[in-house]
């Protein structure tokens, strides 16, 4: 086997991997509807903002900003997470915990499947005036970023591979030319 083929069946594995993460993990978000969604009502109980670092494997460190909150009227703890790079505050959730304080009813949106969860994923957020503090369109902007990076990832290992593996069986010269 030569070095050729063992980088093509890594590309392979790579590839295949990032696809399955674009469709396993970030296709149920992205291509969820409205209609999919259910709505729990209830007193915000608790709601704290934490900001954590986390570091990748190549050593970069980054922070991920992270919102939890609960209501009386539900077991569930609602969590809202985003890296925001080097940044030492997510102004986005500073601005979303004062709505929630403020408000003090709100009415969130999750997935049915997930109505059971202790941890749903939230949709969207409305304070007690039925005005969105958090809409359809920002958590589905998350999930859209990793599906669209996952999938572009993964068919760029899937071509490499072909290319390294196929290009000169199928480009090969023939002796009378």
């Known amino acids: 086997?030569?070095?050729?083929?063992?980088?093509?069946?890594?590309?392979?594995i790579i590839g295949l991997t990032f696809l399955f993460i674009a469709f396993y993990?970030?296709?149920?978000?992205?291509?969820?509807?409205?209609?999919?969604?259910?709505?729990?009502?209830?007193?915000?109980?608790?709601?704290?903002?934490?900001?954590?670092?986390?570091?990748s494997s190549k050593g970069s460190v980054s922070t991920r900003s992270e919102l939890f909150f609960k209501l009386k009227s539900s077991q569930s703890i609602f969590v809202l997470m985003e890296n925001i790079g080097n940044d030492n505050t997510n102004?986005?959730?500073?601005?979303?915990?004062?709505?929630l304080n403020i408000s003090g009813t709100v009415t969130v949106w999750i997935n049915k499947s997930q109505k059971e969860d202790y941890r749903p994923k939230v949709?969207?957020?409305?304070?007690k005036n039925n005005t969105m503090i958090y809409t359809f369109e920002?958590?589905?902007?998350?999930?859209?970023?990793?599906?669209?990076?996952?999938?572009?990832?993964?068919?760029?290992?899937?071509?490499?591979?072909?290319?390294?593996?196929?290009?000169t069986r199928i480009f090969k010269k023939t002796p009378n030319e």
């Open 1 to 12: 086997m030569n070095d050729r083929s063992v980088y093509a069946e890594k590309l392979l």
């Open 25 to 55: 993990f970030h296709s149920q978000d992205f291509f969820i509807s409205k209609s999919s969604l259910i709505k729990q009502n209830g007193e915000v109980e608790k709601s704290e903002l934490y900001y954590n670092y986390v570091k």
């Open 91 to 99: 102004p986005r959730f500073e601005e979303l915990i004062q709505d």
């Open 123 to 127: 949709f969207q957020i409305a304070d």
């Open 138 to 167: 920002e958590s589905r902007a998350l999930a859209k970023t990793g599906f669209i990076s996952s999938f572009i990832i993964g068919l760029i290992g899937l071509v490499a591979f072909f290319i390294l593996k196929y290009w």
